[in-house]
């Protein structure tokens, strides 16, 4: 086994490809000191390593092979929701910055670096990144779980191939190839941060051993760019990494917090670089500053749209900020001529069960009667809207009556409009629909689910004999849906899932939502109607509580089938189904239908 000073004498040999190095250049070339590349000379010329002209013989070739790189594993799975709006559109490796694709730039400094095995793991948006595999010949591998968890599960799909293998992401961009065809030891690539960053900062021995990470610091070096494990690290890190990833922490952390966990099992050593040749661009506002080209010309069709709908330039829109994804949508805000705006994003999979056109319609009908002043635009066929932003907004307080009263006023007035969206939303054929959709995707093995369905259906056939006019309800009308302007202006938004129905989808969305004890949810009911409701009315608004919880109970499961974690409220709205169900069937067992 060579020294390190040995192996970075006989690389820097390798590297120069043939021409003859003197000592002096050896040593600026490693940063060895000249009377240490002397004494190791000797050695290497003992070793027959090297011959009397510098040149590197076949057993110097024989000594640095356990050294050589032998592969690379890149993470592409991400959706990287940081880099909004571009990364709506396409991966973030598909960027193009100064004229190269990210990804593309990358594989070929790899192959540069004479590392021709690459495997690819991809997940968001992974046949987009399809064409790579006969371009440049690497091997995809497919990440199902990319929506689901962070980039361990990306590792794991590659675990087996680790062995003295570089690690990188498929977002970076290197000034410099920074790729090697021989590694001498594990190290993590880090640039200096002057002043305070968030970063996963590192602490080293006088040797270069990283033996502390700590998320956030000041002054620090810190961890950024390519990582390279040796075959030793390897094999530690798999085993650690396959034991552990059953663990639903492991799952949800960077695989460097599992590093971090096992730091005094695995040696990884700081490679320092300056700052200007690795480059992570987070936002578009930092690839603006690298690459002036996306000041005027991001190739965005969603820049597009607002340049369309607002009538202004590309370079008119700034400090873009990712808005906390939702569970149907990602959004955005953006600052455009001084004011705020937010651009929603359609999810992948909603045209399934959202009516984009019977959405439009019913927020046309929302800004007329002045039910939504935050609503500016929205494409009625692809289902991207332009909202204006509400700065200082709170949400409705179920236990503020005045907002309830104000709440309830807003929906009585939709409920009474005549309006007509040609869509209906009948919550029951809904309830079905998610039934089959959780039968499918084997969700649905749970003790009293057939309790459930047998006690919605009685309800459904017992309601349906009210006769209630269907109108237009908004159906998804919970607390966070009414913002309140610091003027304490109310605004009822996100209309997705609007249609006809019958006005109990509403007030009993607005009940089992909240954590209203029964005789207040009877309240709001009386509230709504402007009246003490009879036992009639009553039982009605109680199943379509427990309707309109039963709802939001499987289609909470289903959305956690992908990956998309809900909470409390699924809980909240199977007690309610439950709840609401059997006091309303009570009533309507008991009276006369």
Not at 12 to 18: D, H, L, Q, V, W
Not at 99 to 111: S, Y
Not at 278 to 297: G, H, P, T, V, W
Not at 309 to 335: A, M, R, W, Y
Request: hydrophobic share 35%.
């Amino acid at each position: 086994m060579l020294t390190k000073t040995q192996f970075d004498i006989l690389n820097a040999i390798y590297k120069a490809n043939g021409a003859s190095l003197t000592q002096r250049e050896l040593a600026e070339e490693t940063g060895i000191s000249l009377g240490k590349v002397n004494q190791e000379k000797q050695e290497l010329l003992q070793m027959h390593a090297i011959d009397e002209f510098m040149h590197l013989t076949s057993r110097g070739m024989e000594e640095l092979e356990p050294y050589r790189v032998t592969n690379a594993v890149i993470m592409a799975a991400g959706m990287s929701s940081r880099f909004a709006p571009l990364s709506y559109e396409k991966p973030k490796a598909l960027l193009r910055v100064k004229g190269e694709l990210l990804i593309e730039r990358e594989i070929e400094q790899l192959k540069a670096a004479g590392i021709r095995n690459i495997i690819l793991v991809v997940g968001y948006m992974k046949e987009r990144l399809f064409y790579l595999e006969s371009k440049y010949g690497v091997k995809i591998a497919v990440n199902e779980d990319y929506y689901r968890y962070n980039n361990t599960s990306s590792l794991i799909c590659a675990v087996n191939d680790l062995d003295n293998t570089y690690i990188c992401s498929s977002d970076n961009y290197f000034v410099k190839n920074p790729f090697e065809t021989f590694v001498y030891r594990s190290y993590y690539s880090a640039v200096y941060a002057e002043g305070k960053t968030d970063e996963y900062c590192i602490s080293c021995n006088k040797k270069g051993l990283i033996t502390s990470v700590m998320i956030g610091g000041c002054n620090s070096w810190y961890m950024i760019g390519h990582v390279y494990f040796d075959r030793s690290f390897s094999k530690i890190f798999a085993e650690i990494l396959k034991k552990e990833y059953d663990n639903l922490l492991t799952k949800q952390q960077l695989w460097e917090d599992l590093y971090i966990r096992y730091i005094d099992k695995l040696d990884l050593y700081i490679r320092k670089y300056d700052a200007a040749i690795i480059k992570e661009f987070d936002s578009l506002e930092e690839l603006r500053q690298f690459d002036n080209k996306y000041l005027c010309n991001a190739d965005s069709s969603i820049f597009a749209n607002i340049c369309s709908v607002l009538n202004v330039k590309e370079q008119d829109i700034s400090e873009i900020s990712p808005i906390k994804n939702g569970l149907t949508n990602s959004s955005f805000c953006f600052i455009c001529k001084g004011k705020k705006y937010v651009y929603r994003h359609p999810g992948v999979g909603t045209e399934k069960y959202i009516n984009r056109k019977s959405e439009y319609k019913s927020m046309q009908t929302a800004k007329r009667l002045g039910l939504d002043q935050t609503y500016i635009y929205m494409d009625a066929v692809e289902g991207w809207k332009i909202s204006y932003y509400i700065e200082d907004v709170s949400t409705l307080d179920y236990h503020n009556e005045a907002q309830v009263r104000q709440a309830l006023s807003m929906l009585r007035t939709l409920h009474g409009s005549d309006e007509d969206t040609g869509h209906f939303f009948n919550i029951w054929d809904e309830i079905a629909e998610f039934e089959k959709r959780l039968k499918e995707s084997g969700r649905n093995q749970f003790e009293d689910l057939k309790q459930i369905h047998e006690m919605i259906e009685k309800l459904h056939q017992y309601a349906k004999t009210d006769g209630v006019r269907q109108c237009l309800c908004h159906c998804d009308s919970y607390d966070p849906n009414f913002l309140i302007d610091k003027e304490g202006n109310m605004s009822l938004i996100d209309w997705e899932y609007s249609g006809m129905a019958d006005p109990g989808c509403d007030i009993g969305t607005f009940i089992a939502c909240s954590d209203y004890t029964d005789e207040e949810a009877k309240q709001v009911i009386n509230i709504y109607l402007g009246y003490a409701a009879s036992d009639k009315e009553l039982r009605h608004f109680l199943a379509y509580v427990a309707a309109a919880a039963c709802y939001w109970f499987l289609w909470a499961i289903y959305q956690e089938s992908l990956g998309k974690n809900v909470g409390e409220y699924l809980y909240i709205w199977y007690r309610y189904t439950k709840q609401y169900g059997k006091e309303a069937l009570e009533m309507f067992e008991k009276g006369d239908v």
